[in-house]
């Protein structure tokens, strides 16, 4: 599966235009790259101008507006092309002065072709204008790069420093922190998987091995925002070695979690908790030798996981702070002989 991605290429040579040179000549042109985009995790640098009165009134139609892209490779590599973006996520489209966007760069004459590769990708934004947005862009970026860590079937994501140019109102720039989601279908590729597009499974029919993983992946970072059924803030994928029921779970969307901690999110009152800080195990039961199997998988990447985020280097320090104290206070829990008796199996779905 591949992704398409912008490219300036001189009109003579055919070569990435290097700007240091003559800008005279220079057609767009897109250059098709493979998942190797999310290898890396030095932030991306990527400009989009666009007119922001028109993103806020299209946002709420569900709407493409055009926008140009540039993406700096390097000192003297400038990438850029006329792409899209469109608005997404139900809360977020509605709380948010600048919501999360799908990023469109294909054609709109080419979307009918039948080409195979990935052109839309999923863009996670500060929301609004202040530094505490950007501190939850951070937090939930690494959310994402824990799982990671406990699993390759999960979604990667790439750091981005972004800079908005408002064409609107006279080129006035704000710069801000966001990251990009993997595709789902290039996922899916990259674990030799097949994308599952129904709402009708529940946990009974997921790997128990993958589902338990996740749920208690979702314990420790204070989710309870999540369900298989209806697939509401998890994909499900089928991987080939665990038979036509092998089904897969794959959590996203961490901004109503209590690692991330928003002020805007609040747990249902049906959890019987008062904030997401405050931890439910929400998975199916399982036998003991199973929980602890999970857990201990888990706890075998502690170090990894303390170390992602205290050697991250674009997050303030108390936040980091936080983050560590919330993780370490789960990793303290589990390390109970009876965590498993008297935490999991006390809440556990039957």
């Known amino acids: 599966m591949l992704l398409i991605i912008p490219v300036a290429y001189g009109q003579e040579s055919g070569e990435a235009y290097d700007t240091e040179g003559s800008e005279e000549g220079v057609v767009q042109d897109t250059l098709i790259t493979g998942a190797d985009l999310f290898d890396g995790t030095d932030p991306l640098h990527i400009t989009l101008a666009l007119d922001m009165k028109e993103y806020l009134k299209s946002k709420y139609r569900e709407e493409y507006i055009p926008v140009e892209l540039t993406y700096q ?35 709109p004459e080419d979307e009918d072709s039948g080409q195979q590769e990935v052109s839309k990708v999923k863009i996670v934004t500060h929301c609004r204008n202040n530094s505490q947005y950007n501190n939850y862009v951070l937090r939930e970026y690494l959310a994402y790069r824990v799982f990671n860590l406990l699993s390759p079937v999960s979604f990667r994501v790439r750091l981005i420093r972004m800079t908005y140019v ?22 899916a590729e990259r674990v030799n998987g097949l994308v599952i597009k129904r709402d009708d499974l529940g946990m009974r029919l997921m790997e128990p091995v993958a589902m338990t993983r996740v749920a208690l992946f979702m314990y420790m970072i204070g989710n309870p925002d999540y369900s298989v059924t209806g697939r509401h803030n998890i994909k499900i994928l089928g991987l080939k070695d665990f038979g036509v029921n092998g089904y897969t779970p794959v959590p996203y969307d961490f901004d109503y979690s209590g690692l991330v901690n928003t002020y805007y999110a609040v747990p249902s009152e049906k959890l019987g908790i008062s904030s997401v800080r405050e931890r439910i195990f929400l998975g199916l039961c399982r036998e003991e030798a199973q929980f602890q199997a999970a857990v201990d998988s888990i706890g075998s990447c502690r170090v990894e996981i303390l170390e992602l985020i205290n050697t991250f280097q674009y997050l303030e320090e108390k936040e980091k702070s936080d983050m560590i104290g919330y993780l370490e206070s789960y990793f303290e829990e589990a390390s109970s002989p009876r965590f498993v008796s008297r935490t999991l199996i006390s809440t556990c779905r039957d």
């Open 73 to 107: 490779v390097n000192d003297s590599l400038i990438l850029n092309r006329s792409v899209r973006i469109r608005a997404r996520g139900n809360f977020r489209r509605e709380h948010c002065y600048l919501a999360p966007f799908w990023l469109n760069i294909q054609n």
């Open 166 to 187: 408002d064409t609107g109102r006279k080129g006035k720039k704000t710069e801000h922190w966001a990251f990009m989601i993997e595709p789902e279908e290039m996922m």
